[in-house]
Antibody
Framework: EVQLVESGGGLVQPGGSLRLSCAASGFTFSSYWMHWVRQAPGKGLVWVSRINSDGSSTSYADSVKGRFTISRDNAKNTLYLQMNSLRAEDTAVYYC?????????WGQGTLVTVSS | QSALTQPASVSGSPGQSITISCTGTSSDVGSYNLVSWYQQHPGKAPKLMIYEVSKRPSGVSNRFSGSKSGNTASLTISGLQAEDEADYYCCSYAGSSAWVFGGGTKLTVL
């Protein structure tokens, strides 16, 4: 069974940093592209970032480019999102998700709240 | 990277059919047959319902179907059931290794 379990969310002040993790199991992690998608409270899904299967290629939404960094450790079956210079508008549930086309499996998400 | 346009809400009675539209541009929906649809119940993770415009993953009811014409994709749910009440999101590949989601549609089963 495919499982994606996010962790690392919490309350952070504006301008602060946070690193999210996503532990994967039930599939060959190193064979799949992975994504981060976020959802602000009461709002829709927004694609944030993706990384290819070996970690050599990444891409980002304009809203987080230069502030967020996606990475992965295939030996540990773990996906990461380093978030710097956080803003109030980054407050959201952050989901890790698997796939290229389509994005097929999602974790349950971790809540990031940016507030003073 | 503008969001795809979906109606905010749709509704239907049990047994009826509804259609949710998803309008993008010639740079995303219109350029790729890589539109997918997700169902999200409150407090839950999204679930893939349709991919590559009209394909259903294993285990998804054949009451769900998808189509596309030009820059607009559509999700149709036939034989509405109470359990179909949820939020639905479309998603399209937008080129340059970027994806874009719709704003979401709340389906109410009357």
């Amino acid at each position: 069974e495919v499982q994606l379990v996010e962790s690392g969310g919490g309350l952070v002040q504006p301008g602060g940093s946070l690193r999210l993790s996503c532990a994967a199991s039930g599939f060959t992690f190193s064979s799949y592209w992975m994504h981060w998608v976020r959802q602000a409270p009461g709002k829709g899904l927004v694609w944030v970032s993706r990384i290819n299967s070996d970690g050599s290629s990444t891409s980002y939404a304009d809203s987080v480019k230069g502030r967020f960094t996606i990475s992965r450790d295939n030996a540990k079956n773990t996906l990461y999102l380093q978030m710097n210079s956080l803003r109030a508008e980054d407050t959201a549930v952050y989901y890790c998700a698997r796939g290229y086309n389509p994005i097929d499996y999602w974790g349950q998400g971790t809540l990031v709240t940016v507030s003073s | 990277q503008s969001a795809l346009t979906q109606p905010a809400s749709v509704s239907g009675s049990p047994g009826q059919s509804i259609t949710i539209s998803c309008t993008g541009t010639s740079s995303d929906v219109g350029s790729y047959n890589l539109v997918s649809w997700y169902q999200q119940h409150p407090g839950k993770a999204p679930k893939l319902m349709i991919y590559e415009v009209s394909k259903r993953p294993s285990g998804v009811s054949n009451r769900f179907s998808g189509s596309k014409s030009g820059n607009t994709a559509s999700l149709t749910i036939s034989g509405l059931q109470a359990e179909d009440e949820a939020d639905y999101y479309c998603c399209s590949y937008a080129g340059s290794s970027a994806w874009v989601f719709g704003g979401g549609t709340k389906l109410t089963v009357l």
